[in-house]
């Protein structure tokens, strides 16, 4: 009789052990979701980000176009320059946007024409885009968990576009 009453609560316990597996397996689950969803958000925030970098190729591009005057050639050199580092950051983010398993967008933001060609108001408008990529940029980051590799990534390319604004501020600054 108790090896009757032994085998009884052995079979239970498997049991148990399986449902026990069964709950555990739906928390698993639901956090597998909500890494998807946040995957997912971060990839969209990359996308956004990758489009307003190409879009500011372009950008930049046409500014050095439009630059004419005696100090043409370094102000044409400091946009090509932007244009290239813009180049560089969207390759960063097209990469990363792969490496989560993304497929990064061909849309390039549309460039509006101002037909604002003098030097300061290029710089006034250049930093406007500047601001707005900034802002981009802090937002991917709030997006970011435990990734430290990306928020690395992030947090670099935000002091790079602090960095390009503080440089326009002071270019646009008249001295007293």
């Known amino acids: ?42 990839i969209e925030a990359l996308d956004r980000i990758l489009e307003a970098e190409l879009s500011g190729v372009v950008r930049y591009l046409h500014y050095s176009f439009m630059i004419f005057g005696p100090n043409r050639i370094p102000i044409t050199k400091w946009f090509r320059d932007h244009a290239m580092e813009g180049i560089q950051h969207a390759v960063t983010i097209g990469e990363k946007i792969t490496a989560l398993g993304g497929h990064p967008s061909v849309t390039v933001k549309p460039v509006p024409e101002t037909n604002k060609h003098n030097v300061m108001e290029i710089l006034k408008e250049s930093l406007e885009f500047e601001h707005e990529g900034l802002r981009l940029y802090h937002e991917l980051l709030e997006k970011i968990e435990s990734d430290v590799a990306l928020e690395e990534m992030v947090r670099g390319l935000i002091l790079e576009e602090t960095t390009h604004i503080e440089e326009v501020e002071k270019m646009t600054r008249s001295l007293k």
Do not use: L, R, W, Y
């Not at 009884?8 to 049991?15: D, I, V, Y």
């Not at 979701?33 to 995957?39: I, M």
């Open 1 to 42: 009789m108790a090896k009757i009453k032994a085998v009884k609560e052995t079979s239970k316990k498997p049991k148990e052990a399986v449902k026990t597996a069964k709950e555990t397996t739906a928390p698993e689950k639901s956090a597998v979701q909500a890494s998807k969803k946040s995957s997912n958000d971060i």
